[in-house]
C-alpha cells in the first residue's frame, strides 16, 4: 500500500467508514479514494455507494455496445479484432485511435503503444528516451519548465514538436503575468482618506434624497441621474425643465407634487 492509499485508509478511519470501504472492497471495489469520495457524498449509506456503482458500470457497458456498434457500421470489425490481439480491448478507445487514423491499423497500434508508456510506471526519462522524445524534454527543463510529467504528455500530444509547446507556456506566462499585475494595481490602490470617505458618504446620501423628490414622476433613475447631471444637481432647474419640455404628460397631482417639492427647496 502507497502513501496515497496510507492517507486515504486514515480519512475513511477518521470519517468512521472504515468497515464500510471493506464491505465495498467485499464488492470487487477496491480503490480507497474512490470510495472514500462517495462514501462521504452519501453520508455513509453503502447502498447508495453501491447503487452508484451499478448504474456507472451499466452506463459504461451501454457506451462499448455503443461504440461497438459504430465499429460495425464503419466496417472496422475485423480492424478492431486486431487491436484486441495486440492487448488495447477497450472498444471506446479502439473506435477513437481508428477515426483519428482514418482506420489504419498499424498507425493506431503504433499510436496506442505510445500512450501506454505514458503510464509513467517508470521513469519519465526512460520513457522521453523510448519515445524518440528525450532531446526535446532536455531542452525544455532547460528552459525552465520543471513539471517533468506535463512536458512529458504535452511532446507526445505535439509528437515533440517543441512549437506549440513553447507557445503554450508562454500563453500561460502572459496571462499570468497579466493577473500578477491587476493583483499588484489593485493591492497598492491609494486607499480615500476618511476626510474623503465621509465626503463621498455625504454627497452619496445627498443624492439618494434628490432622488427621492421624483417619486410619482414615473422617471426612471438613470434619467434622473442625467437630468441631474445636466443642471449641476440643482432640482429646481431640473424639475422646471421637465414641466417645459413635457407639460402634456403631466399631470395636475404631478404639479401639485412639483409646488410641493419647489416649496421646500
Not at 462517495?38 to 458500470?57: A, R, T, W
Not at 503510464?119 to 519519465?124: G, L, M, R
Not at 519515445?131 to 510529467?149: A, S, V
Not at 445627498?206 to 447631471?229: C, M, P, R, T, Y
Amino acid at each position: 500500500m502507497n502513501l496515497k492509499e496510507l492517507k486515504a485508509i486514515h480519512k475513511l478511519q477518521k470519517a468512521g467508514f472504515l468497515e464500510k470501504h471493506n464491505q465495498l472492497i467485499d464488492q470487487g471495489l477496491t480503490n480507497p479514494w474512490i470510495n472514500y469520495h462517495h462514501l462521504k457524498k452519501y453520508n455513509g449509506d453503502i447502498h447508495k455507494v453501491i447503487l452508484f456503482y451499478n448504474n456507472k458500470e451499466d452506463q459504461k457497458e451501454e457506451k462499448r455496445k455503443n461504440a461497438l456498434k459504430t465499429i460495425e457500421n464503419l466496417g472496422w470489425l475485423q480492424k478492431h479484432q486486431k487491436l484486441i490481439e495486440n492487448g488495447f480491448t477497450e472498444s471506446q478507445k479502439n473506435l477513437k485511435i481508428l477515426l483519428k487514423t482514418n482506420g489504419d491499423v498499424d498507425n493506431s497500434i503504433e499510436k496506442l503503444r505510445k500512450k501506454q508508456k505514458l503510464k509513467f510506471d517508470k521513469p519519465i526519462q526512460l520513457i522521453m528516451q523510448e519515445l524518440g522524445f528525450i532531446i526535446q524534454f532536455e531542452k525544455l527543463k532547460e528552459m525552465g519548465y520543471t513539471n517533468e510529467k506535463k512536458i512529458a504528455k504535452l511532446l507526445f500530444k505535439y509528437e515533440g514538436n517543441l512549437q506549440p509547446i513553447l507557445d503554450k507556456y508562454l500563453k500561460i506566462n502572459k496571462k499570468n503575468k497579466t493577473c500578477s499585475i491587476k493583483k499588484s494595481l489593485h493591492k497598492h490602490k491609494p486607499k480615500k482618506s476618511s476626510q474623503e470617505d465621509q465626503d463621498f458618504k455625504e454627497k452619496k446620501a445627498e443624492l439618494k434624497e434628490k432622488f427621492a423628490n421624483f417619486n410619482g414622476k414615473n422617471i426612471h433613475d438613470k434619467k434622473v441621474l442625467k437630468f441631474l447631471s445636466m443642471f449641476n444637481g440643482d432640482i429646481e432647474s431640473a424639475i422646471q425643465w421637465l414641466n417645459q419640455i413635457k407639460p402634456q404628460v403631466q399631470t395636475q397631482g404631478q404639479m401639485v407634487l412639483e409646488s410641493e417639492i419647489l416649496a421646500q427647496y
